[in-house]
């Protein structure tokens, strides 16, 4: 009877962790755009909750009043405190989420009707290579109701 030689062993034993490295490779490569997509989808859904908010809000706001850093619109405050934005002193941004930067800039005009550009800066807290810049422009809703006569 013949066993197997000292070379054949090593070549076995070589091949193996050959694929074993490869697997584990692929493995990690998975998780790893698994949890960056994750992250992405976490940032994306951030920045749709604060266009949503911003653009009703200002649309339909009554009395508007902005500086670089907050925003007033009626009763609502809006600013940045410690990376997160900031309604009326509570957090309306994930934790997951720092806000590097959030400026208002007014384009209003003396017609008494509010143009703002609002640009907030979004990075995520656990992946900081994934991050994403909303500006949105929006300007102020003016109706006015008149009565027909008939």
């Given at each position: 009877?013949?066993?197997?030689?000292?070379?054949?062993?090593?070549l076995g034993v070589a091949i193996s962790v050959?694929?074993?490295?490869?697997?584990?490779?692929?493995?990690?490569?998975?998780?790893?755009?698994?949890?960056?997509?994750?992250?992405?989808?976490?940032?994306?859904?951030?920045?749709?909750?604060?266009?949503?908010?911003?653009?009703?809000?200002?649309?339909?706001?009554?009395?508007?009043?902005?500086?670089?850093?907050?925003?007033?619109?009626?009763?609502?405050?809006?600013?940045?405190?410690?990376?997160?934005?900031?309604?009326?002193?509570?957090?309306?941004?994930?934790?997951?989420?720092?806000?590097?930067?959030?400026?208002?800039?007014?384009?209003?005009?003396?017609?008494?009707?509010?143009?703002?550009?609002?640009?907030?800066?979004?990075?995520?807290?656990?992946?900081?290579?994934?991050?994403?810049?909303?500006?949105v422009v929006v300007s102020q809703r003016q109706?006015?109701?008149?009565?027909?006569?008939?």
């Amino acid at each position: 009877m013949r066993g197997f030689t000292l070379i054949e062993i090593l070549l076995g034993v070589a091949i193996s962790v050959l694929i074993f490295i490869t697997a584990g490779s692929v493995m990690v490569t998975l998780y790893n755009s698994s949890t960056r997509t994750k992250q992405s989808q976490s940032l994306e859904q951030t920045k749709n909750d604060l266009q949503l908010e911003f653009l009703n809000n200002v649309r339909w706001g009554e009395e508007i009043e902005s500086n670089l850093n907050s925003l007033r619109v009626d009763e609502t405050v809006y600013e940045l405190v410690d990376g997160r934005i900031n309604k009326n002193g509570e957090a309306i941004t994930s934790s997951e989420v720092e806000v590097r930067d959030f400026s208002v800039v007014d384009y209003s005009t003396s017609d008494g009707v509010a143009s703002l550009e609002i640009s907030i800066e979004l990075v995520n807290k656990r992946l900081p290579s994934v991050s994403e810049r909303l500006r949105v422009v929006v300007s102020q809703r003016q109706m006015e109701i008149t009565e027909g006569g008939g």
